[in-house]
């Protein structure tokens, strides 16, 4: 599908200027879709194939965007990649975690290997909110590790505050990185629920400070560490740290 998507819109001639990959699927059980486990399907790959193929079309279109929905719960994930699967058993919350962790580490280096092309590349994360992912699925239990099973009580009740929202306001993130013209120039962004992009908060680079930036992959794990700040990257020998605003 990614594939007749991609050839049918490059074959149509009109210019592609954003492209927002918003899905996300969580499972009580595992499930698996040609062998893969399912969330990692869903969250990581389905996004990643229709993205690469359309690159070119972005590129020729460009300034363009690529908006990537994230998560928050990029926190539960595990950090073990000698594997694409993570070791110990299957926990639904813990492994969409990682799937999208996955999916933020892929935006991030594509914004830097898109550097100097024209074409932006953001991550949104849309906060909670109520949709059909959420309800019923993280109802119960049986989606957390044993060690979060035992506080259910004050989980369930966490996971019940921070998907009652609107979708609308969640949707607001991602709009603002598709949209915002105060982000025009920038790339390798996390744009969070909380905060609004303006000209006077945001710079822009400039010829003489090209600061794109953009967060390396290898560093994305700090994200989940660094959740209110906004971290500038600076030119360094080290490869550039994490930026969220």
Do not use: Q
């Not at 229709?50 to 990537?68: D, F, K, M, Q």
């Not at 049986?142 to 921070?162: E, H, N």
């Amino acid at each position: 599908m990614a594939a007749r998507i991609a050839g049918e819109h490059s074959a149509s001639g009109e210019p592609l200027t954003v492209l927002v990959n918003n899905v996300g699927a969580m499972f009580a059980e595992r499930a698996d879709l040609g062998g893969v486990e399912a969330s990692f399907v869903v969250n990581h790959l389905s996004p990643y194939l229709p993205t690469e193929l359309l690159l070119p079309t972005l590129t020729a279109g460009a300034p363009s965007r690529i908006v990537n929905v994230t998560s928050g719960a990029v926190v539960s994930a595990k950090r073990v990649f000698d594997a694409v699967e993570p070791p110990g058993g299957y926990y639904g919350f813990h492994w969409y975690g990682r799937a999208k962790l996955a999916n933020l580490a892929y935006t991030l280096d594509l914004a830097r290997r898109l550097n100097g092309t024209g074409v932006s590349v953001f991550a949104a994360d849309p906060g909670g909110a109520a949709t059909d992912m959420t309800d019923g699925t993280m109802s119960g239990p049986k989606i957390v590790s044993p060690a979060l099973r035992l506080l259910w009580p004050l989980v369930g009740r966490k996971f019940a505050r921070s998907t009652s929202g609107p979708a609308s306001a969640a949707a607001r993130p991602s709009i603002i990185a598709a949209t915002d013209d105060a982000l025009t120039g920038r790339t390798g962004l996390v744009i969070g629920p909380r905060h609004t992009p303006s000209r006077r908060s945001v710079r822009r680079p400039t010829p003489a400070s090209p600061r794109p930036y953009a967060c390396s992959a290898r560093r994305t794990h700090l994200w989940a560490h660094d959740h209110t700040r906004c971290v500038p990257s600076r030119p360094t020998a080290r490869p550039p740290g994490n930026a969220r605003i």
